[in-house]
């Protein structure tokens, strides 16, 4: 076989094992009984558990090299934050406080994770190193805090608070300072999503009478409604490259989630999951995700020419 068949050979075989460079969303379903975390990939293909136990487990994030994943799980009594490599193995667990923690949020630079507690006796933003040390307190108010998202730059922190008296989306600096009021509505805004460049943030907003995707500048202006449907949209995550949004829908005709993407202007709008249990809180994964543990096309490729 000559050297150009056998690379369509092992280009072919890749593909079809699912090795080439792609991205994944990972989310959470209880179509086996309990809420467990599962990935796929960003077409919907491929579904797979990565948990599989009994109490449930919530609101994956990915972490910025996508080795890892966080998450939350009720698997001790009560909400904490766990970590686990991105296959499911290497179980960790970061909080140990008889108190919920839960929601995390990476760092850019994978160093941080952000999460909510309520230990102080309402719910407040944390962050903590990626090991679970240092635990602290960056938001500090009466009021419910809650929901974190790190922006792309590190340098700030957005967040839902119902601190004037409905939820609204807010940012502080990533010390809990500079407190931004963005949203200003008599209804409820919360969910918010960084787009990878940094200039717009996606959230979930109940300002038409059900739960809508909206999106916005990261200083609050141009609120804009991406979706329109009589059903609950809510949770969006953007892709890495900014042309897209995966969220949760239970347009679906009964009051179970379905994972949907969309363009970033709102078209285009795709169901991923058809399943008749709960999907809900994706998060979408780096880039090219599936290669950093496998042997790539090129990669392999070249060692083949060089032995042959």
Same mark, same amino acid.
């Given at each position: 076989?000559?050297h150009?068949?056998?690379?369509?050979?092992?280009?072919?075989?890749?593909?079809?094992?699912?090795?080439?460079?792609?991205?994944?969303?990972?989310?959470?379903s209880?179509?086996?009984?309990?809420?467990?975390?599962?990935?796929?990939?960003?077409?919907?293909?491929?579904?797979?558990p990565?948990?599989?136990?009994? +109490?449930? *487990?919530?609101? /994956? #994030? $990915? @972490?910025?090299? =996508?080795?890892? %994943? !966080?998450?939350? &799980?009720?698997?001790?009594?009560?909400?904490?934050i766990?970590?686990?490599?991105?296959?499911?193995?290497n179980?960790?667990?970061?909080?140990?406080d008889?108190?919920?923690d839960?929601?995390p949020?990476?760092?850019p630079?994978?160093?941080?994770i952000?999460?909510?507690s309520?230990?102080?006796?309402?719910?407040?933003?944390?962050?903590?190193?990626?090991?679970?040390t240092a635990q602290?307190?960056?938001?500090?108010?009466?009021?419910?805090?809650?929901?974190?998202?790190?922006?792309?730059?590190?340098?700030?922190?957005?967040?839902?608070?119902?601190r004037?008296?409905?939820?609204?989306?807010?940012?502080?600096?990533?010390?809990?300072?500079r407190?931004?009021?963005?949203?200003?509505e008599p +209804?409820? *805004?919360?969910? /918010? #999503? $960084? @787009?990878?460049? =940094?200039?717009? %943030? !996606?959230?979930? &907003?109940?300002?038409?009478?059900n739960?809508?995707?909206?999106?916005?500048?990261?200083?609050?202006?141009?609120?804009?409604?991406?979706t329109?449907?009589?059903?609950?949209?809510?949770?969006p995550?953007?892709?890495?490259?900014?042309?897209?949004?995966?969220?949760?829908?239970?347009?679906?005709?009964?009051?179970?989630?379905?994972?949907?993407?969309?363009?970033?202007?709102?078209?285009?709008?795709?169901?991923?999951?058809?399943?008749?249990?709960n999907?809900?809180?994706?998060?979408?994964?780096p880039?090219?995700?599936?290669?950093?543990?496998?042997?790539?096309?090129?990669?392999?490729?070249a060692?083949?020419?060089?032995?042959?």
């Amino acid at each position: 076989m000559g050297h150009t068949a056998k690379r369509l050979v092992v280009l072919g075989l890749l593909a079809m094992a699912g090795l080439a460079a792609g991205q994944q969303i990972a989310f959470s379903s209880d179509r086996g009984g309990n809420a467990d975390i599962f990935v796929m990939a960003s077409d919907g293909a491929d579904q797979k558990p990565l948990t599989n136990h009994v +109490a449930g *487990d919530w609101r /994956p #994030s $990915w @972490s910025p090299d =996508g080795r890892r %994943i !966080a998450f939350d &799980s009720m698997r001790d009594g009560n909400y904490e934050i766990y970590l686990m490599d991105a296959d499911g193995t290497n179980l960790k667990r970061l909080t140990t406080d008889p108190a919920r923690d839960y929601a995390p949020s990476w760092s850019p630079n994978g160093g941080k994770i952000a999460f909510t507690s309520d230990r102080d006796g309402n719910e407040e933003v944390y962050v903590m190193n990626a090991d679970g040390t240092a635990q602290t307190n960056l938001t500090n108010n009466p009021a419910p805090d809650f929901g974190p998202a790190w922006s792309p730059d590190a340098r700030h922190i957005a967040f839902t608070s119902r601190r004037h008296g409905n939820l609204d989306i807010y940012t502080m600096n990533a010390e809990g300072a500079r407190l931004t009021r963005l949203t200003d509505e008599p +209804a409820w *805004d919360y969910s /918010p #999503s $960084w @787009s990878p460049d =940094g200039r717009q %943030i !996606a959230f979930t &907003s109940e300002r038409d009478t059900n739960g809508e995707i909206y999106v916005m500048d990261s200083d609050g202006a141009g609120q804009t409604r991406l979706t329109n449907d009589p059903a609950w949209d809510r949770t969006p995550s953007w892709s890495p490259n900014g042309r897209q949004i995966a969220f949760s829908s239970a347009r679906d005709g009964n009051w179970n989630y379905e994972i949907y993407v969309m363009d970033a202007d709102g078209a285009g709008q795709v169901r991923l999951t058809h399943n008749p249990a709960n999907d809900s809180s994706p998060d979408w994964g780096p880039p090219g995700l599936a290669v950093p543990r496998r042997e790539t096309a090129t990669s392999l490729w070249a060692r083949i020419k060089t032995s042959t």
